[in-house]
């Protein structure tokens, strides 16, 4: 008899509630860069994450980390119906 062990695989670095105060940290400022939302959070928590990681949140979030905007992806349809 066997069966299948939950929670494999990598642990993640943050919790939904810092994942929540990333994003609300970059909506706060929508002209700051994932790096910059990076330190924030480095000195609010004393942990270190990466600039890719906190991309990644923003993207969960609905956001884009270059600069942090709300992004609604539009399809061909989308844009020739703007146009």
């Known amino acids: ?8 695989g990598r642990v993640r670095s943050t ?7 990333i994003v609300q940290s970059a909506k706060r400022n929508r002209r700051t860069t994932a ?5 924030q ?13 906190v991309a990644r949140r923003l993207r969960g979030g609905g956001l ?3 600069r942090p905007v709300v992004c609604v992806p539009l399809t061909r349809q ?5 146009l």
């Open 1 to 8: 008899m066997c069966s299948r062990r939950h929670g494999g």
């Open 15 to 21: 919790t939904p509630a810092e994942d929540r105060y």
């Open 35 to 39: 790096q910059q939302v990076a330190n």
């Open 41 to 53: 959070f480095l000195a609010a928590s004393g942990k270190q994450i990466s600039r890719k990681t």
């Open 64 to 66: 884009y980390a270059r």
């Open 78 to 82: 989308h844009r020739t119906a703007r």
